[in-house]
């Protein structure tokens, strides 16, 4: 049983002694309170298209599209990539302009919040390493 406990207290260890892994891993921490932020605001983005899907494509897929909170559930899957298709695909059967809502989604939520999230830890950990500088200097 303690040989099970080591090797996690041997990667602890590691991040100790590699400053630039400790460095990201701090950077990391401090960078959640924005991240925060911009998960609301991915909220808000679902939030938004959620009712209009569920008031559009409800008749053609109501396991998936009735009432808000189920209209949610594949954005999220839209969002991600995730299979998307699967989602897409019988929507625009039915109506052949569908891919305007899913395609318009997928770059706003999937390319321009996932991006915030990068440009939002690049920024803290240029401000980390700018604050290390100056106390080292």
Not at 54 to 77: C, H, I, K, N, Y
Request: some cysteine.
């Amino acid at each position: 049983a303690v040989g099970y406990l080591s090797a996690p207290v041997r990667v602890l260890r590691l991040i100790c002694v590699l400053l630039e892994l400790r460095f990201i891993i701090d950077s990391m921490l401090k960078a959640i309170p924005r991240i925060f932020y911009v998960c609301l605001l991915l909220f808000i983005i679902v939030y938004i298209y959620g009712p209009f899907g569920s008031m559009v494509f409800a008749d053609t897929g109501p396991a998936r599209w009735f009432g808000v909170e189920t209209a949610m559930l594949p954005l999220v899957q839209v969002m991600t990539l995730s299979s998307w298709e699967t989602v897409m695909l019988p929507i625009q059967q039915v109506f052949p302009f569908a891919w305007i809502y899913f395609l318009s989604f997928v770059f706003i939520a999937g390319i321009a919040v996932f991006n915030l999230i990068i440009a939002v830890l690049v920024a803290v950990m240029n401000v980390t390493r700018e604050q290390e500088t100056t106390v080292t200097d």
